[in-house]
């Protein structure tokens, strides 16, 4: 069973906005940067945005989500949020959160991932 459990996904209007959010176990974020990735039909995992352990570090790997989402933590409730504005049709994806050593826009290197959760923005 995965330690990390995506929610927050679902169907939303183009333009609209959504908060996904992984919950991990307690400390975990103390150790580990959380990833944000996603997946569409006939494409690769690619990375979205990823907050360090410390979380004094965010990253946004894509440019078609820079200014539109933004990854945040709340340590005390061990949630990591992706508030993603704006929503377009080419958001549409499995989104899965993952924990690394470090933040890194390559899947491989995180260890332990969540189920996902189903984005779909329609046009």
């Known amino acids: 069973q995965s330690q990390l459990v995506e929610s927050g996904g679902g169907l939303v209007q183009s333009g609209g906005s959504l908060t996904l959010s992984c919950t991990a176990p307690?400390?975990?974020?103390?150790?580990?940067?959380l990833g944000w990735f996603r997946q569409a039909p006939e494409r690769e995992r690619e990375g979205v945005s990823c907050i360090s352990s410390t979380g004094e570090s965010t990253y946004y790997y894509l440019e078609s989500v820079k200014g539109r989402f933004t990854i945040s933590r709340d340590s005390g409730k061990n949630t990591v949020y992706l508030q993603m504005n704006n929503l377009k049709p080419e958001d549409t994806a499995i989104y899965y959160c993952?924990?690394?050593?470090?933040?890194?826009?390559?899947?491989?290197?995180?260890?332990?991932w969540g189920q996902g959760t189903q984005v779909t923005v329609s046009s």
């Open positions: 307690p400390y975990t974020l103390d150790y580990y940067a």
């Open positions: 993952g924990l690394s050593r470090v933040c890194s826009d390559y899947h491989h290197d995180y260890t332990d």
